[in-house]
């Protein structure tokens, strides 16, 4: 009952709240139309000037602002700030005109108290627009305990000068056709009322300094979101300031400017685009930019122009309008790159990231390309950090625990990822070679603002490298292996030799010798041992067969390259139909051994595992290379797949030639494509 109660109180009270603003609102646009109109109506001797100030903007914008902020949320102080800072512009729009009209109208001591009036809603208007406005946004609070001074120091100087204004002696000179009377005037305060003006207005413009720092403070403390929040206030207050510090001849802009800041200020709270903001400051400079340099060598260049050519005035009109129309391209092109800079960093184009990292990979090889590129990616993105593994479990297959990592062929760890950091994968034409783990934004002005489209642009990059490093691998793998058999090969061959064919032929001699002295003593014994020895020669022969066939497959040999493949398409499976192209009749041994071998193992996975109804073999002689490819109509390569024996051994008789072996599903079935150089 008592959530009830409590839920049904605070309901009321944010419709109360949202009633009262909505009434503050419409009260201060409807004093500052209506006091607008009173000062276009007066005569043009006692209008003001300038005829709009920022008093106007802030009397229109701030209201309505904090009234939709209320809506939203009702305790915002800052909302409050805006309506009741926006209804004492409004009040002093208002009691301006109202005071010039009177004063027209020669009722000079009614003016005078309106003047007072005037004062009174411009020294509210500063206190809380140009005072604590700044130094609450844009999460509704100051930076720190140690900003509540400067706080009170604003207000009681905007205060102080609200109230040298409201007892100022009456001036000297005055621009109205009659002096309007003070009724507070404090004539004591002639002498000093100048140096008094002076060093407030001193000490108001160093408080919007200080409130301008604020903004910049919490912007080098917060995080990458948090500082796209701030920039928004913290442009719009700029901006504004610079007009105002400028004088009263960029008022007109500082008015235009006024309107912007309560938005942006709505932004930075609602959190509303913020992605925005940086493209908005870019476009601001860029278009900036141009406007001035442009403008400045279009009417340079017409000044000299029309200096050396005085008599030629559509000459230099010509001149100055090719010279700006040649510069705007350039000059467009470098102040995007400056202000890209500015917000994101060296590499914040995904143009300039691809740049550097092409440099990076032509520059090194694989293992130092990989350390490379990392770097490169993380000064790119502006992140905390970035992990590369190469292999691991998303080529290896599926690792040890749950979201544990595979163990990975290369790792690569530049800064600190986090404990969540984004998984990116490393896929090269189809195959994963490896992931990237991106971690949060860094400290950094802005973290980039097409991170999307910087990470587009760096993957196939680190995947081409991770790649690299997967072959590089590999071969030092093969390279290893290729040694190991070898030696083994060798150990085998001389184990048969001198176990098998060497006591054989050892045997075979003493059967001779002791055959030749039978020969004289005992005929029939010698016939006897050479019969044996007939039999051992028979054995003899049929293991030297054996070593050769295991040197080199005898079919080869006897069928040459095509009819040999042809001999293996004639054994049991799927039909299987050969195609030579060229002639393979006088191949390297190496290559005719690489090229059977990997047909072989190729027709035997097609007839083992692809369900395959046809399989075609297809030998393609070049002048450079001979080109094997095994496709068949099976069921195609796995989505999810790890490389077995058979397509290392593919791979790895491939590599030994310094040629490739791609495995690939190209739309049905499977397809093995061989590339061994000649």
Known sequence: MTDTLSASRA????????????????????????????????????????????????????????????????????????????????????????????????????????????????????????????????????????????????????????????????PLVNRYPEVIPNPLAVEALAPYNASLQAGLTLAMNACVVLGLMSLVGRMRRAAPAGRRQIAWPLSAFVVYTAFVLLGQDYWALATIWTAAIPVAIAFAVLRHRLYGIDTVISRTVVATGLVVTVGAVY????????????????????????????????????????????????????????????????????????????????????????????????????????????????????????????????????????????????????????????????????????????????????????????????????????DGLGMALTNMAMSLSIARINLRQAPSAADALLLDLRSGMDAVSQEVRELVYGLRPPTLDDLGLAGAVRALAAEPGPPVEVVAEGETGDLPAAVEVAAYRIAQEALTNARKHAAAGHVTVTLTRSERALVVRVRDDGKGLPAVRRSGVGFASMRERAAELGGTCLITSPGTGTQVEAILPL
């Open 11 to 170: 309901g009321s009270d944010a419709g109360g709240a949202r009633w009262a603003a909505g009434a503050l609102a419409a009260l201060a646009v409807t004093l500052t139309v209506a006091g607008t109109a009173v000062q276009l109506s007066v005569p043009r001797e006692w209008a003001p000037w300038p005829p709009f100030v920022p008093d106007h903007a802030a009397g229109l914008a701030f209201p309505l602002t904090g009234a939709f902020l209320i809506r939203h949320r009702p305790r915002l102080r800052l909302a409050w700030l805006m309506c009741v800072g926006g209804l004492g512009s409004a009040v002093a729009i208002m009691a301006v005109g109202l005071q010039n009209a009177s004063a027209a109208g020669g009722d000079l001591e009614s003016a005078g108290w309106l003047r007072i009036a005037a004062v009174a809603g411009w020294a509210v208007a500063a206190c809380t627009l140009s005072s604590l406005l700044p130094l609450l946004s844009p999460d509704d609070r100051l930076p720190s305990r140690r900003w509540l001074p400067v706080a009170v120091l604003t207000v009681v100087v905007n205060l102080a000068e609200g109230v040298r204004n409201a007892v100022r002696p009456a």
């Open 299 to 498: 009417f340079g260049v017409s000044a000299l122009a029309g200096l050396l050519l005085s008599d030629y005035d559509q000459l230099a009109g010509l001149a100055a309008t090719l010279t700006a129309g040649a510069l705007f391209q350039p000059l467009r092109a470098r102040l995007r790159r400056m202000t890209d800079a500015m917000l994101y960093g060296r590499h914040g184009r995904p143009e300039e990231l691809a740049r550097r990292l092409t440099i990076e990979v032509g520059a090194r090889e694989p293992a130092n390309a990989l350390a490379a590129v990392t770097s490169v990616v993380r000064d790119g993105l502006g992140v905390t950090g970035v992990v590369v593994e190469v292999g691991g479990a998303s080529v290896d297959g599926p690792g040890g625990a749950a979201g544990e990592p595979g163990r990975a062929e290369m790792r690569v760890e530049l800064g600190v990822a986090g404990a969540k950091p984004r998984e990116v994968p490393l896929v090269w034409h189809g195959e994963p070679v490896g992931r990237m783990l991106i971690g949060p934004p860094g400290p950094r002005r802005f973290s980039a603002a097409y991170t999307e489209r910087l990470i587009g642009a760096a993957v196939p990059y680190v995947a081409d490298v991770a790649h690299a490093v997967l072959m590089a691998a590999d071969l030092q793998r093969s390279r290893e292996r290729i040694l190991t058999a070898r030696e083994e090969e060798r150990r085998r061959l001389r184990r048969d030799l001198h």
